[in-house]
DNA sequence: GCCAACGTTGGC
DNA sequence: GCCAACGTTGGC
């Protein structure tokens, strides 16, 4: 069976504003937005402010085995330590905000790797962005179960980025409202939970091409 | 394994 | 372009 190396998601973690609005995506994108603004971002309400860039994203994996169609899920922040370099790939990104947000990271941009859909959910570490956006190749593999049938090598609808470890916390921030607000959490920047990220998490992260068979 | 929240699809 | 039905996610 093949290698394993799934992640999912990625959202911005600051509580900063914007970057939700203007996506250049149609169809998805703006259904997203109109139709739960709660989710759509953490931001507060106003519009007005300046586009500013995020410096931290959140970005989400699961570290612990999964098997769909056939391939493992699995690649937590362990396995990102034991890739060459450290490094890895970001694919499997089936999401259109998701996508979005992945393009507009920025080399040497930090983001936080969270660990989702096992026994304790939360931060593990941190990674940084050490390739922008490219055409994630997987979208093409149809032995890969985030195979996309509507993507063509000319126009690929998916992308990847490259991440690298940076280092892991001293202490794993846990999911849960209380320990998000750890002096931890706050010294890394973690938004409360109210208008944090996870808070988003549902939308920014679903992968709804991934078919379980 | 449950189920609430979420995203996508497709009929109209 | 609305929205109900359906599939998926993911914390619990």
């Known amino acids: ?16 504003k914007e970057l939700n609005d203007k996506k250049e995506d149609s169809g998805a994108e703006r259904k997203v937005k109109g139709r739960r603004k709660a989710a759509a971002s953490g931001r507060s309400d106003s519009n007005e402010k300046p ?3 995020y410096h931290f994203w959140l970005m989400k994996s699961e570290p612990e085995s999964r098997i769909e169609k056939g391939m493992d899920m699995k690649f937590g922040i362990e396995d990102l330590k034991a890739q060459p370099d450290q490094r890895a790939c970001w694919d499997g990104v089936r999401n259109y905000q998701a996508r979005n947000f992945l393009r507009q990271m920025k080399v040497g941009q930090e983001a936080f790797f969270y660990h989702s859909n096992c026994k304790e ?5 941190i990674v940084k962005i050490v390739k922008e ?6 979208q093409f593999d149809t032995k890969n ?4 049938a509507s993507s063509s090598q000319e126009n690929p609808k998916w992308s990847m980025v490259d991440v690298q470890f940076v280092r892991m916390l001293g202490r794993y921030i846990p999911v849960g409202r209380a320990e998000a607000d750890t002096s931890e959490a ?10 944090g990220a996870l808070y988003q998490s549902k939308a920014v992260h679903t992968a709804p091409h991934a078919r379980r068979v």
């Open 1 to 16: 069976m093949p290698q394993s190396k799934r992640k999912r998601g990625a959202s911005p973690a600051t509580d900063s």
């Open 51 to 53: 586009k500013e860039e």
């Open 121 to 125: 959910p939360g931060i593990a570490g």
């Open 145 to 148: 179960p985030h195979y996309d």
């Open 186 to 195: 706050q010294g890394i920047g973690w938004p409360s939970a109210k208008h």
């Open 133 to 138: 956006a490219y055409p994630d190749h997987t």
